[in-house]
Structure formats: structure tokens, C-alpha cells
């Protein structure tokens, strides 16, 4: 074959391919069978192989294959990712759609397209001249990280739009997700293979998009369903109609989600009851339902409130509930020591997980709910959230059951327990003398937001600890590869990866290490100021509770924890070992210069320009500070719409009170 009829094969097979794609993981029509779709395949493999020129970016050999940044970079969204106003019954969707009339002038009724909301992660494909050039996560809402080789795998994604003459630049909008079949085969699969499994499909989206090896992400089936645009060049080629849109989509080779449409209020309330009653037997989990006004002209007369537009909303389910028993009631340590109540349950698929246990809180709402063991129980879990109790099915008690005791001695150790002062809480005094306090204590020195040693799960810690390897977080840096590689079903390559992850650990950033030491009240926040306030460790620790309180964010009670932190003699002796073994990095001064240098600043209320997030970011690159909280030392209040109280409290002290326009031009340097 001469170099130009291998040139027009590969065209053609590229094409035929792509084709058979979309039949399959698009329209579900498969042509061909699987034999004879790889035999295409391994022919345009050796064709590509022996010709290495002829190889283009968009062949369906090349899905798997590209690298990936490490962290993933950054991706400005040609047009932001807004997100959804939520309403949770049908005289919240009547009030969304009365003002929707007012602010379009439209006469009733108005038309609505109706979707699922799908259950993933937003993601943005942009595609320029018609091949996907970029795809990144929704992020922040600006920008998002860049997930490309990953997206890639993705076979229902196409490389290149089904159009004759696409867009100079189009991004389509969608999500992401696991089939509820496909996630929990992948669970299979992970426990056997001795790996932490998923708690939810969203989850386990996550995760493997956030995968560093494209080779995993592909290995996971991950589908995709657009429900929308971003950016697109030229403008004019997009319909009017939300739903030609989506048939515009299609038409282009993307999968889309269902859309319907229907007319004014009351419509609608019937197609969310229809689309609660189909959720069950979906493949895949819906949280909710979306409505946008069908006509997109009215988009941006309509426009944008805070982060989520004006023309769209969310009618979401209520959280799903399910009756199930408590088999006992435990008392679990966490790393402060104090006591929470858990009930163990037997198993029940509620909210998209099962569930075997759910928070009691403390002493109090036990005592409230009046929860025993036995007893049949209505079990709720919305989203993310920890699953919990809502109430006690008093009929079903079975005869004879007594109320919970609180236990006399720690649980974990059998040392003596302490109550919480001002609240129903028990606390182990114990400390690091306590299995339990010390177990998460370090799961919290190495997780993700803290120390970050990656590959250090529950299971590792657990065998550290029992073996007496590891005691506290300053032991995990004596250990050797060996030391790792003798533990059971740690593979050598494991225990190389896992060793130059607490090896990279070391470099720790001042506020990592304080966040990671798990003093009371200290969260990340109040740990990144604490780092950028003294600058360093030693200062810090020999503040008193004066010189702390002076920190913004730092009260009377959190400062007094902080002082009792560093007195106690094992905190003293750990923290001394962690400051010989780390190579602690100062925190990012807070600029010294800058427009808004040693200023305070409150937010409060909604923004139009940027989220809170971003004015903290900000007025933060500016040289000023941002508190939660109005005080003597606060300097400027910003107030968006619909401010609170804070606002009244600064009009009360004095404070000066800006408007947004007036914190850009002080941004900007003009003030
Ligand atoms: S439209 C401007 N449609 O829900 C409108 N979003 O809570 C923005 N989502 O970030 C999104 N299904 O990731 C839209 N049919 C659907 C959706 C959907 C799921 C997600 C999306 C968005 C989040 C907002």
C-alpha cells in the first residue's frame, strides 16, 4: 500500500470508527458487532504504527494516551459555569415563575424545558473548528481544571462534532456520572482488589475523572449527558430554543439528556411528580429536576443573580427516607477526644448509598428522639451529608427496650471521660494516650487537606498503629521502605509510592502543619491566618492567649485552646520531633504591599460580578484580609444584595460600608 492510499484508509477508518462510536455509546444502535469493530481498530493501528505521520490527534486509537498535568492546570471557561438556584416544592416553582414573568414582561404562560438533574460533575467541552481542544471541571465557575486526557476516554464524548460546518469555537455543557450498575461492579471490583471503594456514583465520577493515570479513568465507564452551552462562535449559530439547542447537540454527535416541555406552573408540577415516579427505574441517579425558559432570548434579559442565573431552576427531590432497625448503639472517639453517639443499623440503600450507620450528634438529641436499641427507625440522607436519624416508629418498639446509657469510661482505652463543658458532649482526657484519638489523629495529619500523603488510608494506619510502628505523626518519618514493604498486602511498588509520598511531605507549608495537628478550633481557615499572622512556628507557640486573640478569627475560647495545645508536654515533644524532620515552608506572607495593605475587610450579602470566594481571593491578593466576622478591627464592610445583619451591626459601630463598585475601584488602586 502506497503511502497515500494508507493515508485516504486511515481517513476512512477514522471516520468509520468514530461512526460506529457514536452508534454504540450514543444512540445505543450498534451497526457492527464488537469483533468486528476491533478488527477496524487493529487495522488502523498498524496502519498509524507503520505510519507515524499519518497518526491525527482525534483517531479513536488515540483516546487513551495523552499525559496529564500533575496538579491538573488551570482552564479559563470561555463563558463561566453558573449554578442553580434550588426550590423544593410547587409554591417555590410558582414563585420562581411569577418572577420570571415580571422581570421578561412575558404574559402567562410561560414555556419551560424540563430535564433530569443529573447527579455528576459538571464538565465543559470545548471544541474549536470542531475538534475537542480542551475540557476542564467546573471548578470555581471561571476557571476549572483542565481534564482533557481524561475526558477523552470517555467513548460517548466525540473527539469531533458531527457537523458539516461547526463553530470557530463551541463548548457544550454536561455531566459526567456512573450508571448506579456500573458503580457498583467498579465497587466489586475495589473491594476485591483490597481498595477503598466509593461511597456514590458522584463520587466515583469524581474520582476517576480526577484520575493522574488516564489508563484508570478509561478502565471505568464513564458516561455523558450534555444539557447545555457555554461559549459559541459565531453566536447566531445557536437557536433560539432551548430544546433545538439540545437537538442541535444531538445532531452534532452528543449525547443529551432528555428534554420536554411544558407550559406555566402547574405543568411543571406534573412533569417533576412524573419524573419522581420514573426516577426509581432511571439507570442512572437524578437529584432533581431542571426547568429553564424555553425561549434563550429572555436569557439574558432575565440574567444572572449571585451565582446562578435568573431563567433556570432546580426542583429538587425531597431527601428520600427509609425505615430500617438500630441494631446497637455505639460511642465512637474522635480526635479531640470527644464522644459521638452512632447508630449501627442494619443495611438500607437510601439516597444512592447504604447505610449502616448514622449520627446520633450527641447525649442530647438521643435523649431527644428517644432512639433505642431495637427499635425501627425512618432514616434519611440528602446529598453529601452524614446519613441520619429523623425519627422513632414508636409502634414497632419492641417490648422492654431501655433507653441508651452513656458510657462510664472511654470506649477506645477505658479512661476516664469528662463532660464538655456548656455542651451535652463526653470527652475522653486520655489524648494521645487514647487508640481512637491517636487513630485520627493521624488519619488527619495525612489526609488530603492537611499533610497530603497520598496513598496513607485507613487500613495502612490501622496496621501502623497496631503494630506499635507508628504512634504519632512525627513516627511516620522514621519509617523505612521496608518497614512499609513487610506489611500485609503491601505490594513493593505500593510501598516505594507510599514511602515518597511521606518523603514529599516533608516541604509542609506552615499552615498545613498547623491545620494537620488537629488543635481544637483550628481549622484550615484560622490555620492559614495563624501562619501568615506570626510567620512561624516557634513565634506561634509562644504566643499567650493576649497575643492570639489579637488574630482576626482567633476568640477568647480558641485562643485558650491553642495556648493549652502547645503546654501539653506530648503535643510539646511531637511537635519539637516534626519541626527536625520537616522542612517547614513559611505561609505566603499576606502582601505587605498592595492597594488594600493591612486592611480588614467583611463580606456580606450577594455579589453581582463574583462569587465571595473570589472578592476573598482578591482582596486578599491585594494586601488586605478578609474575617467572617464584624469587629473593632474591621475596616470595611462590603455589602451585596440582601446583606444581613452584619450590615446593621458595622452601621452601628462606625464601620465604613462599600458597595461593589466601590471595592473594584479599590482593587483597581483608585482609592
Ligand atoms: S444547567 C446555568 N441542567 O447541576 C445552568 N445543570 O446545581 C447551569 N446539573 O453545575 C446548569 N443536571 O452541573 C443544568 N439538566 C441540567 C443539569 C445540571 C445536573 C448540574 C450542573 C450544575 C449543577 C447546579
Same mark, same amino acid.
Given at each position: 500500500? /502506497?503511502?497515500?492510499?494508507?493515508?485516504?484508509r486511515?481517513?476512512?477508518?477514522c471516520?468509520?470508527l468514530?461512526?460506529?462510536?457514536?452508534?454504540?455509546?450514543? %444512540?445505543?444502535?450498534?451497526?457492527?458487532?464488537?469483533?468486528?469493530?476491533d478488527?477496524l481498530?487493529?487495522?488502523l493501528?498498524a496502519?498509524?504504527q507503520r505510519?507515524?505521520a499519518?497518526?491525527?490527534s482525534?483517531?479513536?486509537?488515540?483516546?487513551?494516551g495523552?499525559?496529564v498535568g500533575?496538579?491538573?492546570?488551570?482552564r479559563?471557561?470561555?463563558l463561566?459555569?453558573r449554578s442553580?438556584? +434550588?426550590?423544593?416544592d410547587?409554591?417555590?416553582?410558582a414563585?420562581f415563575?411569577r418572577?420570571?414573568?415580571e422581570? /421578561?414582561?412575558?404574559?402567562?404562560p410561560?414555556?419551560?424545558?424540563?430535564?433530569?438533574?443529573?447527579?455528576g460533575?459538571?464538565?465543559?467541552?470545548?471544541?474549536?473548528?470542531?475538534a475537542?481542544a480542551w475540557?476542564a471541571?467546573?471548578?470555581?465557575?471561571?476557571q476549572?481544571e483542565?481534564?482533557?486526557?481524561?475526558?477523552?476516554?470517555?467513548?460517548?464524548?466525540p473527539?469531533?462534532?458531527?457537523?458539516?460546518?461547526?463553530?470557530?469555537?463551541?463548548?457544550?455543557?454536561?455531566e459526567?456520572? %456512573?450508571e448506579?450498575a456500573?458503580f457498583?461492579?467498579?465497587? @466489586?471490583?475495589?473491594?476485591?482488589?483490597?481498595e477503598?471503594?466509593f461511597v456514590?456514583p458522584?463520587?466515583?465520577a469524581a474520582?476517576s475523572?480526577?484520575?493522574? #493515570?488516564?489508563?484508570?479513568?478509561?478502565s471505568?465507564?464513564?458516561?455523558f449527558l450534555?444539557?447545555?452551552?457555554?461559549q459559541?462562535e459565531?453566536?447566531?449559530?445557536?437557536?433560539h430554543w432551548?430544546? $433545538?439547542v439540545?437537538?442541535?447537540?444531538?445532531?452534532?454527535?452528543?449525547?443529551?439528556a432528555?428534554v420536554?416541555q411544558?407550559?406555566?406552573?402547574?405543568?411543571?408540577?406534573?412533569?417533576?411528580a412524573?419524573m419522581?415516579r420514573?426516577?426509581?427505574?432511571?439507570?442512572? !441517579?437524578i437529584?432533581?429536576?431542571v426547568?429553564? *425558559?424555553?425561549?434563550r432570548r429572555?436569557?439574558?434579559?432575565?440574567g444572572?443573580?449571585?451565582?446562578?442565573?435568573?431563567?433556570a431552576v432546580?426542583?429538587?427531590f425531597?431527601? !428520600?427516607q427509609?425505615?430500617?432497625?438500630?441494631?446497637?448503639?455505639?460511642?465512637?472517639?474522635?480526635?479531640t477526644?470527644v464522644l459521638?453517639p452512632?447508630?449501627?443499623?442494619?443495611?438500607?440503600f437510601?439516597?444512592?448509598?447504604?447505610?449502616?450507620?448514622?449520627t446520633?450528634? +450527641?447525649?442530647?438529641?438521643?435523649e &431527644?428522639k428517644?432512639?433505642?436499641?431495637?427499635?425501627?427507625?425512618?432514616?434519611? &440522607?440528602?446529598?453529601?451529608?452524614?446519613p441520619e436519624?429523623?425519627?422513632? *416508629?414508636?409502634?414497632?418498639?419492641?417490648?422492654?427496650a431501655?433507653?441508651? !446509657?452513656?458510657p462510664?469510661r472511654?470506649?477506645a482505652c477505658?479512661?476516664?471521660?469528662e &463532660?464538655?463543658?456548656?455542651e451535652?458532649?463526653l470527652?475522653?482526657?486520655?489524648?494521645?494516650?487514647?487508640?481512637?484519638?491517636?487513630r485520627?489523629?493521624?488519619?488527619?495529619?495525612?489526609? @488530603?487537606r492537611?499533610?497530603d500523603?497520598?496513598?496513607?488510608?485507613?487500613?495502612?494506619i #490501622?496496621?501502623?498503629?497496631?503494630? #506499635?510502628?507508628?504512634?504519632?505523626?512525627a513516627?511516620?518519618y522514621?519509617?523505612?521502605?521496608?518497614?512499609?514493604?513487610?506489611?500485609?498486602?503491601?505490594?513493593d511498588?505500593?510501598?516505594? +509510592?507510599l514511602?515518597?509520598?511521606?518523603?514529599?511531605?516533608?516541604?509542609?507549608?506552615?499552615?498545613?502543619?498547623?491545620?494537620?495537628?488537629g488543635?481544637?478550633?483550628?481549622?484550615?481557615?484560622?490555620?492559614?491566618?495563624?501562619?501568615q499572622?506570626?510567620?512561624?512556628? $516557634?513565634?506561634?507557640? &509562644?504566643?499567650?492567649? !493576649?497575643?492570639?486573640?489579637?488574630?482576626?478569627d482567633v476568640g477568647?475560647?480558641?485562643?485558650?485552646?491553642?495556648?493549652?495545645?502547645?503546654?501539653d508536654p506530648? +503535643?510539646?515533644?511531637?511537635?519539637e520531633?516534626?519541626?527536625?524532620?520537616?522542612?517547614?515552608t513559611p505561609?505566603?506572607?499576606?502582601?505587605?504591599?498592595?492597594?488594600?495593605?493591612?486592611k480588614?475587610?467583611?463580606l456580606?450579602?450577594t455579589l453581582?460580578?463574583m462569587?465571595r470566594?473570589q472578592?476573598?481571593? @482578591?482582596?486578599e491578593?491585594?494586601?488586605?484580609q478578609?474575617?467572617?466576622?464584624v469587629?473593632r478591627?474591621?475596616?470595611?464592610l462590603?455589602?451585596?444584595?440582601a446583606?444581613?445583619?452584619?450590615r446593621?451591626?458595622? $452601621? $452601628?459601630?462606625?464601620?465604613?460600608?462599600?458597595d461593589?463598585a466601590?471595592?473594584?475601584?479599590m482593587?483597581?488602586?483608585?482609592?
Amino acid at each position: 500500500m /502506497s503511502e497515500a492510499e494508507a493515508r485516504r484508509r486511515v481517513e476512512q477508518l477514522c471516520r468509520e470508527l468514530a461512526e460506529h462510536d457514536w452508534r454504540y455509546y450514543v %444512540l445505543d444502535q450498534p451497526r457492527i458487532d464488537d469483533a468486528t469493530y476491533d478488527a477496524l481498530l487493529a487495522e488502523l493501528r498498524a496502519l498509524e504504527q507503520r505510519y507515524p505521520a499519518l497518526r491525527r490527534s482525534d483517531s479513536p486509537t488515540q483516546r487513551v494516551g495523552g499525559a496529564v498535568g500533575e496538579p491538573f492546570a488551570a482552564r479559563r471557561h470561555g463563558l463561566p459555569m453558573r449554578s442553580l438556584d +434550588n426550590v423544593t416544592d410547587a409554591a417555590g416553582f410558582a414563585e420562581f415563575d411569577r418572577r420570571a414573568r415580571e422581570r /421578561s414582561g412575558q404574559p402567562p404562560p410561560l414555556a419551560y424545558t424540563v430535564e433530569p438533574k443529573l447527579d455528576g460533575l459538571a464538565i465543559n467541552l470545548h471544541y474549536e473548528q470542531g475538534a475537542l481542544a480542551w475540557a476542564a471541571t467546573r471548578g470555581d465557575g471561571e476557571q476549572g481544571e483542565d481534564v482533557t486526557a481524561n475526558v477523552r476516554t470517555v467513548r460517548a464524548i466525540p473527539l469531533r462534532l458531527r457537523h458539516p460546518e461547526p463553530p470557530a469555537v463551541l463548548e457544550v455543557r454536561g455531566e459526567v456520572f %456512573l450508571e448506579i450498575a456500573a458503580f457498583r461492579a467498579l465497587n @466489586r471490583r475495589l473491594a476485591t482488589a483490597g481498595e477503598r471503594e466509593f461511597v456514590n456514583p458522584r463520587n466515583a465520577a469524581a474520582g476517576s475523572l480526577r484520575q493522574l #493515570d488516564p489508563g484508570v479513568t478509561s478502565s471505568r465507564p464513564l458516561r455523558f449527558l450534555a444539557h447545555g452551552v457555554g461559549q459559541c462562535e459565531p453566536e447566531t449559530m445557536l437557536p433560539h430554543w432551548q430544546d $433545538e439547542v439540545m437537538a442541535l447537540l444531538a445532531a452534532c454527535g452528543l449525547p443529551t439528556a432528555p428534554v420536554r416541555q411544558v407550559l406555566g406552573p402547574d405543568d411543571a408540577a406534573a412533569h417533576f411528580a412524573d419524573m419522581q415516579r420514573q426516577r426509581a427505574r432511571l439507570p442512572y !441517579e437524578i437529584d432533581g429536576v431542571v426547568f429553564k *425558559l424555553r425561549d434563550r432570548r429572555l436569557h439574558p434579559v432575565l440574567g444572572v443573580a449571585g451565582r446562578a442565573p435568573r431563567w433556570a431552576v432546580a426542583w429538587k427531590f425531597p431527601a !428520600e427516607q427509609r425505615t430500617t432497625q438500630v441494631e446497637q448503639v455505639e460511642f465512637q472517639v474522635g480526635r479531640t477526644g470527644v464522644l459521638t453517639p452512632v447508630a449501627r443499623l442494619v443495611p438500607v440503600f437510601v439516597g444512592g448509598v447504604t447505610v449502616s450507620n448514622a449520627t446520633l450528634h +450527641n447525649l442530647d438529641e438521643i435523649e &431527644r428522639k428517644d432512639v433505642r436499641v431495637g427499635d425501627t427507625v425512618w432514616v434519611r &440522607r440528602a446529598g453529601d451529608v452524614i446519613p441520619e436519624i429523623v425519627s422513632v *416508629l414508636p409502634e414497632a418498639r419492641p417490648p422492654g427496650a431501655q433507653p441508651v !446509657e452513656p458510657p462510664s469510661r472511654c470506649p477506645a482505652c477505658g479512661g476516664a471521660l469528662e &463532660r464538655v463543658a456548656g455542651e451535652a458532649a463526653l470527652r475522653c482526657v486520655n489524648h494521645l494516650g487514647c487508640p481512637a484519638q491517636r487513630r485520627e489523629a493521624l488519619r488527619h495529619f495525612v489526609s @488530603r487537606r492537611a499533610l497530603d500523603i497520598e496513598g496513607l488510608g485507613e487500613r495502612l494506619i #490501622d496496621l501502623l498503629l497496631e503494630r #506499635d510502628l507508628v504512634r504519632d505523626p512525627a513516627d511516620l518519618y522514621a519509617l523505612t521502605v521496608t518497614d512499609l514493604a513487610e506489611l500485609p498486602r503491601v505490594a513493593d511498588k505500593s510501598a516505594a +509510592n507510599l514511602y515518597a509520598a511521606i518523603a514529599r511531605s516533608r516541604q509542609a507549608p506552615l499552615s498545613r502543619l498547623l491545620y494537620g495537628l488537629g488543635i481544637p478550633g483550628v481549622g484550615e481557615r484560622t490555620a492559614l491566618t495563624l501562619a501568615q499572622w506570626f510567620g512561624d512556628l $516557634e513565634t506561634l507557640r &509562644r504566643a499567650d492567649v !493576649e497575643a492570639l486573640q489579637a488574630v482576626p478569627d482567633v476568640g477568647p475560647v480558641v485562643a485558650q485552646q491553642i495556648v493549652e495545645f502547645f503546654a501539653d508536654p506530648h +503535643n510539646q515533644a511531637v511537635v519539637e520531633r516534626l519541626g527536625s524532620c520537616l522542612h517547614i515552608t513559611p505561609a505566603p506572607a499576606p502582601a505587605a504591599q498592595g492597594p488594600l495593605a493591612g486592611k480588614s475587610f467583611v463580606l456580606t450579602g450577594t455579589l453581582a460580578e463574583m462569587t465571595r470566594q473570589q472578592a476573598k481571593a @482578591r482582596i486578599e491578593a491585594a494586601g488586605g484580609q478578609v474575617t467572617s466576622d464584624v469587629s473593632r478591627r474591621t475596616d470595611y464592610l462590603v455589602a451585596g444584595t440582601a446583606p444581613g445583619g452584619k450590615r446593621r451591626r458595622a $452601621e $452601628e459601630m462606625g464601620i465604613a460600608i462599600l458597595d461593589e463598585a466601590q471595592l473594584q475601584a479599590m482593587l483597581a488602586g483608585q482609592d
